[in-house]
């Protein structure tokens, strides 16, 4: 897949962790690749999975983990339930805040799913700089961009604005701003138009993802490309040209 992603002009991809086990395998992948970078979360749909802080701080620790997350919160599904995945954030919040200082500043990938109104207020009594937050695989429409960047924070798109079924999504990416702007796979689900339905997704098919928002928000092509690697490096701190 790494070698793909390079054939399609993807230099650098980010494997995200999703709980303390995951996010521990995240970084030893991480390790052995020099194009892969990783996180180090608690995603809200697995909140109820065995967690240890002390794992997760030496996954977040690791040298090539570049952002906390995700976390958040899903209401999507009715388990785990916002009384299950709420503590679980707010725990999460108070440490990264901790590990921050300790071991020094990363980044947060959020993952929200109908909980804007809800994710937002929480986010901004963890006391963590607004800006360093960003509203990952954003599905929600123009209403809740607009919360979340009057918020403060980024906003990155999948495949999802890719589908015709999506307008509401495509109308949320002509708002955000360029230098607030990001693209990803989520891979290993939603790959983008038009290869939508290919299991799996790949991290090369971010290509797809990004053509699509430069044709949608009348951008050329390599102004477009330059701009969101730019984002990405300044976002998660890789190297310049990594994207590459
Ligand atoms: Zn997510």
């Known amino acids: 897949m790494i070698s793909q992603a390079r054939a399609a002009g993807v230099g650098a991809l980010i494997t995200v962790g999703t709980t303390t086990a995951d996010s521990l395998?995240?970084?030893?992948?991480?390790?052995?690749?020099?194009?892969?970078?990783?996180?180090?979360g608690v995603h809200p749909l697995h909140a109820l999975?065995?967690?240890?802080?002390d794992q997760m701080r030496r996954a977040g620790a690791h040298p090539r983990c570049v952002?906390?997350?995700?976390?958040g919160l899903d209401r999507h599904y009715p388990s785990p339930t916002q009384e299950e995945q709420r503590p679980v954030l707010e725990e999460q919040?108070?440490?990264?805040?901790?590990?921050?200082?300790?071991?020094?500043?990363?980044?947060?990938?959020?993952?929200?799913?109908?909980?804007?109104?809800?994710?937002l207020p929480v986010l901004a009594s963890s006391g963590l700089p607004r800006d360093r937050f960003v509203f990952h695989c954003f599905t929600e429409g123009p209403d809740e961009a607009r919360a979340v960047l009057d918020f403060g924070a980024?906003?990155?798109?999948?495949?999802v604005v890719t589908f015709r079924s999506a307008?509401?999504?495509?109308?949320?990416?002509?708002?955000?701003p360029m230098?607030?702007?990001?693209?990803?796979?989520?891979?290993?689900?939603?790959?983008?138009e038009p290869v939508r339905g290919t299991r799996p997704c790949t991290p090369a098919m971010v290509m797809h993802v990004a053509r699509h928002l430069a044709v949608l928000r009348n951008v050329p092509w390599e102004d477009f490309e330059r701009t969101v690697d730019a984002n990405a490096c300044r976002f998660f701190g890789l190297p310049e040209g990594c994207g590459r």
């Open 154 to 159: 980024w906003i990155s798109f999948t495949g």
């Open 179 to 192: 230098d607030r702007l990001m693209c990803e796979t989520d891979a290993p689900y939603l790959a983008p």
């Open 167 to 176: 307008p509401e999504v495509q109308r949320a990416a002509m708002l955000v």
């Open 93 to 119: 919040l108070a440490l990264v805040a901790r590990w921050n200082d300790e071991l020094g500043a990363k980044p947060v990938v959020v993952h929200c799913r109908r909980a804007v109104a809800d994710l």
């Open 67 to 71: 952002a906390w997350g995700e976390l």
């Open 25 to 40: 395998a995240s970084a030893q992948l991480a390790g052995r690749h020099p194009e892969v970078w990783s996180t180090a």
């Open 49 to 53: 999975d065995p967690r240890d802080w």
